[in-house]
């Protein structure tokens, strides 16, 4: 069953001009596998990094997503948290469950479209998740987070039910 989102509710598809907007923050459609097929393409020494500089390009623009779903919050990280979980949702980026407290946070992603995607790998896979974890973490926080994906579902290899397994992020406010 699918749940409104107010940033499905928000997104402009102007064909005339080529282009899918939130306010001025432009989206791209495209298929997973065709995003993940790049690090397939690279050689096995840069895929990590490949991976960490796709996180930290989410997490410095995603930010300015964050803070846009932040505005209808109201400040309140429990609103700011299922506000992002629907965005993701309705990107198309799998469902996230948050279980956070002031000093941990945890996200679980039923049907990660990267972890799905990639296919079976030795490393974690949900860069961009990771990237807009630990931008939202922040900006709940007000610090800066330490995040991590401590279980990613291409490492598993469980990629026959895409709606089942969870990829596991956490999130730690850095001291």
Known sequence: MSTPSALRERLVFDTDRGQVLDQDRRYVLMRADVLMGLFSELPEHSRADALAALSRSVLRHGGNSVRAYA??????????????????AALGWGVWTFEHGPNECVLRVRNSP???ASGPSPHPMCAPILGMFQAVCSHAWQQPVTVRETSCRACTGEHSHPAGEECIFHASPQT
């Open 71 to 88: 505005l209808g919050t109201g400040g309140a990280p429990e609103a700011l948290f299922n506000s992002v979980g629907m965005g993701a």
């Open 114 to 116: 990267f972890a799905l």
